[in-house]
């Protein structure tokens, strides 16, 4: 490679690097903010951390908290029951 190109890659592969360092981030504020367990949350920061380039790709393919939606029916299911056998207000249930 001539020294144009080399200093072009190098240009391009400094600022891929930002964008991911700000993706990890990003990413850091979303895995505090998720529900999940502390065990859990500690291993995606410090994965965050030690390997930014393997670890935004992994997040969110499979690290992502994502309410399913049968999970979801279930959860509209369950309020419904509480409602007809008059444990919450009915009200409660029509906003889900």
């Known amino acids: 490679m001539g020294d144009e190109q080399l200093s072009n ?23 505090l903010d998720a529900r999940r367990s502390a065990a859990s949350t500690i291993s995606w920061l410090w994965a965050h951390l030690a390997v930014p380039y393997l670890a935004v790709p992994l997040y969110w393919f499979i690290g992502r ?8 029916k279930k959860q509209v299911r369950e309020f419904e029951f509480l409602a007809i056998i008059n444990l919450i207000p009915i009200q409660l249930t029509r906003r889900i």
């Open 9 to 31: 890659f190098e240009s391009w592969r400094g600022i891929l690097t930002s964008v991911l360092y700000l993706f990890a981030v990003f990413n850091c504020f979303r895995i």
């Open 65 to 72: 908290v994502r309410l399913i939606e049968s999970q979801r």
